[in-house]
């Protein structure tokens, strides 16, 4: 059972390139995350989606878009890298608080490091 | 307003001994989790509390959710090495407040064991 899976784990970029992070997991979770986690700081939440083609902002949504065109699969994008967002990310699925009633725990990916340059 | 203050940042301990931290806010959650994070990789849930007043174990590890519902702790004993990591709490917002299973996270205590 692989659980969450995110691609790459690290990669370096240049100022002004694109990127995009894939997030994709195998237990029919509803909801699913992308975090930033930076030194000294807890993870903060970027974007969310609570379902296939539905998307939020979460805390800190600037400079991220973020996709969900099927259920299992959750991509955030980086129009125009800036050194700001050198960070780690980290992607997270749950169950739907409708489904079970109550509030679900999260499981996050491994990360992947991203630096700009 | 909904931010969690985790303490300590920082701890160094002998192997054997137990450990303490803990989270508080000016919030109420409906929930409170412990993760751990090693080095390069995510952070991996602990514990999970859903009622104020329980407290749970998990092997070596304590953790109870506060009668106030604004805090929470998590104890480890007899620490060993591969207890190293960062210990992170995080709390949920009741599920009726925006349904989308929102965490707010402490900022981490980070824990180093000497064998």
């Known amino acids: 059972n692989a659980g969450v899976t995110q691609t790459p784990k690290f990669r370096v970029l240049k100022t002004g390139q694109s990127m995009t992070l894939l997030c994709a997991q195998d237990?029919?979770?509803?909801?699913m995350y992308w975090y930033r986690q930076d030194p000294g700081m807890g993870l903060r939440l970027i974007h969310y989606?609570?379902?296939?083609?539905?998307?939020a902002k979460g805390e800190v949504p600037d400079g991220y878009n973020v996709s969900r065109l099927k259920k299992q699969n959750f991509l955030l994008g980086l129009e125009s890298a800036a050194p700001s967002q050198t960070s780690v990310y980290f992607c997270?699925?749950?169950?739907?608080?409708?489904?079970?009633?109550?509030?679900?725990?999260?499981?996050f990916g491994d990360g992947t490091r991203l630096s700009i340059l | 307003g909904q931010q969690l203050n985790q303490s300590p940042q920082s701890m160094f301990i002998q192997e054997g001994e137990d450990v303490s931290m803990n989270c508080t806010s000016s919030s109420i959650f409906n929930t409170w989790l412990w993760y751990k994070q090693d080095p390069g990789e995510g952070p991996v849930l602990l514990i999970a509390?859903?009622?104020?007043?329980e407290l749970t174990s998990n092997g070596r590890l304590t953790a109870q959710f506060g009668i106030t519902r604004k805090d929470s702790f998590l104890n480890i004993s007899a620490s060993i090495p591969s207890d190293v990591g960062i210990y992170f709490c995080a709390g949920q917002l009741p599920a009726g407040y925006n349904n989308n299973n929102d965490m707010r996270f402490g900022a981490g205590t980070r824990l180093t064991v000497k064998p």
């Open positions: 509390l859903y009622k104020a007043g």
């Open positions: 237990m029919n979770h509803e909801y």
């Open positions: 989606s609570v379902g296939e083609g539905t998307t």
């Open positions: 997270a699925s749950s169950y739907s608080i409708q489904r079970r009633k109550s509030n679900q725990p999260q499981h």
